[in-house]
């Protein structure tokens, strides 16, 4: 039985700022171990500082750039040298990629970024994993996922509807892992509309969150927080939530067959062994 009473591990990915340092910060001063996943060393070491100021206890700094699939198979190898256990993974990192851009890889840097890459982190660190909670969005209802073409989106690019496509598959990678492992609870959640740095370069998207209602890193950590501690049976597993209330997902989002096919490709896609 999880223990979510005592001080845990934690592990929060695109944790450099917005939701998941937010989050990381609630967590650490809650008592919890934090070890924070960041992209760029600065903001990396600069959220670190942060988490240190508000809890007093300096966290664990892993840098990994999620558009490369072998910067992803390094961070698991460096998590399970570091952690025995890992109550939380915090499936957090994401962005709105505003061009069609092809990884390394091979694949949309959307549907990489934000499910490929943790889709393997958390399969190579399922053994030592507690607990997933996947940063979705509400966004997931303009996506047109087709497990069959993971690649769609580059042809006739749009930045919302790749970005929808990718927060789709997060409520079903939730929804299908905790189908597949009955031992690792797992939820998504819709944060709401966050102020951060998601599309800072776009200045159409700089001027929808203007406009928009839009709420705080803070109050859009807070479901995320609440789903690391939450008893489980409190939660239902691989369910969707948002503002603390478990909610319906679209339709699509919701189909278990789409969520076994898309598994399958994900798997197939990043070499492991569905």
Aim: net charge positive; glycine share 8%; charged share 25%.
């Amino acid at each position: 039985m999880e223990d979510v009473t005592g001080r845990r591990t934690v592990v929060v990915t695109g944790a450099s700022s917005g939701i998941g340092l937010a989050a990381a910060v609630a967590l650490a001063r809650r008592g919890d171990r934090v070890a924070l996943v960041g992209r760029d060393p600065a903001r990396l070491q600069a959220a670190g500082d942060r988490v240190r100021e508000a809890s007093g206890e300096r966290p664990e700094l892993f840098r990994a750039d999620f558009a490369v699939l072998d910067d992803v198979r390094g961070l698991a190898e460096r998590l399970r040298a570091a952690y025995d256990r890992i109550d939380v993974l915090a499936n957090n990192a994401g962005a709105i990629v505003l061009q069609p851009l092809t990884t390394v890889d091979g694949f949309d840097l959307s549907i990489q970024a934000n499910h490929l890459a943790p889709f393997l982190l958390s399969n190579l660190l399922v053994d030592r994993v507690g607990r997933l909670v996947v940063t979705a969005s509400g966004a997931h209802r303009s996506g047109t996922l087709d497990p069959d073409d993971l690649n769609a989106a580059l042809r006739r690019y749009r930045p919302m509807r790749a970005y929808g496509t990718s927060k789709q598959a997060n409520i079903l990678f939730a929804a299908e892992a905790a189908r597949r492992w009955p031992d690792v609870p797992a939820y998504s959640f819709h944060p709401g509309v966050v102020r951060t740095r998601f599309g800072a370069d776009s200045r159409l998207v700089a001027l929808g969150m203007r406009v928009m209602p839009f709420r705080s890193p803070e109050k859009g950590a807070e479901t995320l927080v609440w789903l690391a501690n939450q008893p489980a049976s409190r939660l239902v597993d691989g369910g969707y939530y948002a503002d603390r209330r478990l909610r319906r997902p679209w339709p699509r989002a919701a189909d278990p067959a789409l969520a076994a096919r898309l598994w399958a490709a994900s798997a197939a896609a990043v070499g492991i062994t569905a």
